[in-house]
């Protein structure tokens, strides 16, 4: 197990290594802009999120999150704590303990199924999973009191709202590469990124923005 956790923490100094060297130009502080509107638009509308197919997210669909830096994976719903209901939520490395496929996701709103999802506006993430009636309502996403992205969430809880904030990296020919946030109502978003916990690969809050994890979305 210490060997193990010694290459999961290399894979991690590896990926922000990586992460440094592909940023050009993000910083937290850079504005997102907007499209621009005539005097006789009321409402400014936010620029969509897009798949790496050049395509708008759409609410109800269902996506692969890939972290796509060099060691990094997409993310998955695992078991690790022999639970009635499995609520972690792992992303996979380049160790053959943690390769396989990832597990489909949902982005969704308590209505709006259909629309499109836009920079920074809210989203609950749902895992789209084979589960038993025991389970069924755990596979929102949430935030725990140790910071560590778990399932348990609601929809329509307003500590269980993420979303979603473009950056400028481009990562091999993988471009529309964006970072999530925890954004629970009346308090600051945290930025996403990764968690060694007792040796499995979490998606967990950062408090150095600096240290977010990128994530692409692929149609499932």
Same mark, same amino acid.
């Given at each position: 197990?210490?060997?193990?956790?010694?290459?999961?923490?290399?894979?991690?100094?590896?990926?922000?290594?990586?992460?440094?060297?592909?940023?050009?130009?993000?910083?937290?502080?850079?504005?997102?802009?907007?499209?621009?509107?005539?005097?006789?638009?009321?409402?400014?509308?936010?620029?969509?999120?897009?798949?790496?197919?050049?395509?708008?997210?759409?609410?109800?669909?269902?996506?692969?999150?890939?972290?796509?830096?060099?060691?990094?994976?997409?993310?998955?719903?695992?078991?690790?704590?022999?639970?009635?209901?499995?609520?972690?939520?792992?992303?996979?490395?380049?160790?053959?303990?943690?390769?396989?496929?990832?597990?489909?996701?949902?982005?969704?709103?308590?209505? !709006?199924? *259909?629309? =499109? +999802?836009?920079?920074?506006? &809210?989203?609950?993430?749902?895992?789209?999973? #084979?589960?038993?009636?025991?389970?069924?309502?755990?596979?929102?996403?949430?935030?725990? !009191?140790? *910071?560590? =992205? +778990?399932?348990?969430?609601? &929809?329509?809880?307003?500590?269980?709202?993420? #979303?979603?904030?473009?950056?400028?990296?481009?990562?091999?020919?993988?471009?529309?590469?964006?970072?999530?946030?925890?954004?629970?109502?009346?308090?600051?978003?945290?930025?996403?990124?990764?968690?060694?916990?007792?040796?499995?690969?979490?998606?967990?809050?950062?408090?150095?923005?600096?240290?977010?994890?990128?994530?692409?979305?692929?149609?499932?």
């Amino acid at each position: 197990m210490k060997s193990i956790s010694n290459i999961l923490s290399f894979l991690l100094f590896s990926s922000t290594l990586s992460l440094v060297a592909f940023a050009q130009s993000f910083t937290s502080e850079n504005p997102i802009v907007l499209p621009t509107t005539s005097h006789d638009d009321d409402n400014l509308v936010l620029p969509e999120i897009y798949d790496q197919d050049g395509d708008p997210l759409r609410i109800g669909e269902r996506y692969i999150i890939n972290n796509p830096l060099l060691g990094g994976g997409s993310v998955y719903l695992d078991n690790i704590g022999n639970l009635k209901c499995p609520n972690a939520v792992l992303q996979h490395v380049s160790v053959p303990k943690f390769l396989g496929e990832g597990t489909p996701v949902m982005f969704v709103r308590k209505s !709006d199924y *259909g629309g =499109v +999802v836009r920079v920074m506006t &809210v989203v609950y993430i749902k895992f789209f999973v #084979k589960t038993t009636r025991l389970c069924v309502n755990e596979t929102v996403w949430k935030v725990n !009191d140790e *910071g560590l =992205v +778990v399932t348990g969430g609601n &929809v329509g809880n307003e500590n269980d709202i993420f #979303k979603i904030m473009p950056t400028d990296l481009v990562i091999g020919d993988m471009k529309n590469v964006y970072k999530l946030l925890h954004c629970p109502s009346h308090l600051e978003c945290k930025t996403i990124g990764g968690n060694f916990k007792n040796g499995y690969p979490h998606l967990a809050t950062v408090d150095d923005d600096k240290n977010f994890t990128p994530f692409v979305f692929i149609k499932a």
